[in-house]
């Protein structure tokens, strides 16, 4: 199991003499470039030297030096570590940017949420409009000087709250007893609205022709969501429709817009991870996983062997579930109404009983800490985890696998349909099953192996078509895959202690950046913690599998059936807590 | 009334018919069928809503209280049951979705979110709990509630509806020509505008000199 290590050194300030310059802030790492240079840079990543994934793009605000940062992840699929690179603008109006689209397609939505939460304008971006908040909306909210309406300080705790508790409503230190504020002079009935859909709209393709009849056919404007059974929450998408055939189709997300970024800033470090259990609600376990590694490694703190090994425990019984769930939910979508899913609450609600004996709480376990973990296994839970995992579970994926695979009306509606080749899936930083699905083997678990996952002997499971189909046939394997991590991970289990040093409330994070990252089950799920040696986080980013995910979306609709469309998205699993965040 | 005194009615069956009719109030059978037979709305919102499916699913399965007829059209639809964060970006369609729901109909906030904002009250993009908007029935505690709570709240529910008259309800009182729980859809302005608020929020955003002038 060598995993593929890369020794050459890049030295890109040499290559780019002038534009790029190594970042030397303390507890930093990568590249700073210059904005002009930008895209040849990437070019010059991506075509030489192989760093074919952009992981993530995201912004932070750094206000006391008037400057607005844009930082950049790759990757290579073929394994190893990841180079960082940033761009950095004045902070002045606007703040301009060349947009890396054209390099990577993935950036398209992440560029979006950038513009709309820093208000960063990419040049070059074909479609750029806010994303998680409305057109209209006042302001970019994650810039560090813009307040929300329930503002109470720069960070917690706050002083109204502790030590002496002498706490007042958020309703009754706001002006407008509400959580909104207006601009002095702002007249309701004045006001007027220009559409906030009417960007939306005009960013589709419309779609008329003639027949050879001289009879003049028009397209179909489809709304589907946000209140739509098929969309797995609140998603919406708009899609133009000629026949069935689906012309153009935009994902329209924010409807679930819950702040943990803003909210994360605001927060401590250790109180930001039950937040991170309402990212992807499925799987608390591994949200919490991404984001402690990513504390870890600015705190410089290990981790106890017996707490890696039930890290590995809780992330693998979690996928297990996910897998089944989306099962169960992707049936649903095909017109298998809950029967399938039925079956697999099932399961889950066995996988759930030993998260709510360890960490006390079905969904939101908030179990993991940094450096360790917050409580061990109780009394009789291995003993139940075993017979889960030794008996039980295998037998039902095996059920499953034989309900389901060959069944024929899921056969006929997922086999062959929303091809993504394994260059456009790379391209569009797709990860994941979806990814693995299209051929190419990447897993984080394998490509940079984070707690111990090293030491386990499994197989990335892949499939070639790069169809549906072969996205379920991946799920279904990597259940087993997981069965098969757990077997080893409960024989090698040792005793010893869960946690590193005592349990504390504040911990002390050094200044620096640092980027955790884990192979969710939904897919990539990376946190960029910025640290400045305060106790709270300068930037918290979340790189959601789900979100990015869906940057393919149009790509894998258009030209298919409307039809296709619920079980396209089914198939790319998301979760709108994560998409959404 | 007890089930005593509804079986010892006060006066007398025929033998031939005793222990097949049974004597009852109009607004206890009315209760009944309505209580037994609620149709919640086919709505997710966000964690909470894995918890109502789990309770929907075989280990607490809600069938046995009649609530397992998850509609996806609020036409047909009872009970909003609103399951987690109700976002800025969200509200005009949740009210739009409470409006387009016909007589009876109940709201229940599941969850810290929908019922106060919870976790989340702080965000930008969050409405401090559902009840800003729509007349909630019952509140559920939990973040989220587990499928035990979530079906404690609908005996809550029941209890609710049990203790209504056929001849107070609203949707049956003759002077209430209009809807009258229609709640007029928030815009999205520059924030959040709740359109039953506009005169104050005129007021309050009003500048400050011109204030100062009207006052001297």
Known sequence: MATPTLTETLDLSAKFPGAVTADARPGYTGWIVEAGKLLEVAAFLRDEMGYDLL????????????????????????????????????????????????????????????WDLYGVKFTGHPDLRRILTWEGFSGHP??????????????????????EGRIKMAEERNPFGDNVTFDEGFDPEKWTSNDPEEALYTSLKKYTAETSDGIKTDHILVNMGP?????????RAVVILDGETVVSLKPVMGYLHRNHEKIGERNTFLQNMPYTDRLDYFNSMSNNWGYALAVEKLMGVAVPERAEYIRVIMAELSRIQNHLIWTGMMLNDLGAYFTPALYAFEERELILDIFEAVAGSRMMCNYFRFGGLARDLPEGTLEKIKDLVFDRLAAKV???????????????????????????????????????????????????PYGIYDRFDFDVVTQ????????????????????RILRQAIAGLPEGPIITGKPQYQVRVPAGEAYGRIEAPKGELGYYVISNGKPNPWRYHVRAPSFINLTALEK?????????????????????????? | MSNEELNSPGYEIPPELQGQVAVTTFDRIYNWGRRSSVWPMMFGLACC???????????????????????????????????GTVTKKMVPVIVRLYNQMPEPKYVVAMGACASGGGPFKEGYNVVAGIDKFLPVDVYIPGCPPTPQALVAGMIKLQEKIDKQSIKQVRWYDRKNKADSVYVPVPVLGPDLIDLRRVDELKELAAPKQAEEISEA
């Open chain 2, 49 to 83: 809503a894995i918890e109502m499916i789990a309770a929907q699913a075989s280990r607490y399965d809600m069938a046995r209280f009649g609530m397992e007829v998850m509609r996806p059209s609020p036409r047909q639809s009872d009970l909003l049951l609103v399951s």
């Open chain 1, 227 to 235: 209140q739509h059974p098929s969309t797995h929450g609140v998603f």
């Open chain 1, 55 to 114: 992981s993530s793009v995201t912004g932070v605000d750094y206000l006391p030096d008037e400057k607005m940062e844009v930082v950049y992840q790759a990757y290579k699929t073929t394994g190893g570590p990841g180079i960082f690179f940033k761009v950095q603008a004045p902070r002045l109006d606007p703040i301009e940017v060349p947009s890396v689209v054209p390099i990577w397609p993935g950036a398209d939505l992440q560029e979006r949420e950038i």
């Open chain 1, 464 to 483: 070639t078509d790069g169809d549906m189909y072969a996205r379920y046939l991946v799920r279904l394997e990597e259940m087993r895959q997981s069965l």
């Open chain 1, 142 to 163: 994650m810039r560090k000087d813009w307040k929300e309406a329930f503002y109470e300080e720069d960070a917690k705790p706050f002083k109204s709250r502790w030590p």
């Open chain 1, 398 to 448: 095996d059920e499953f696998d034989r309900l389901l695979t060959e069944n024929e009306i899921l056969v006929a509606r997922l086999k062959g349909i929303s091809k993504l080749s394994p260059e456009d899936a790379v391209a569009y930083s797709m990860t994941g099953p979806v990814l693995r699905a299209a051929g190419v083997p990447y897993d984080i678990r394998r490509a940079e």
């Open chain 1, 556 to 581: 894998m609709c258009v030209g298919g059936k409307i039809a296709d469309f619920v079980a396209i998205l089914g198939t790319i699993d998301i979760v709108l807590g994560e998409l959404d965040r």
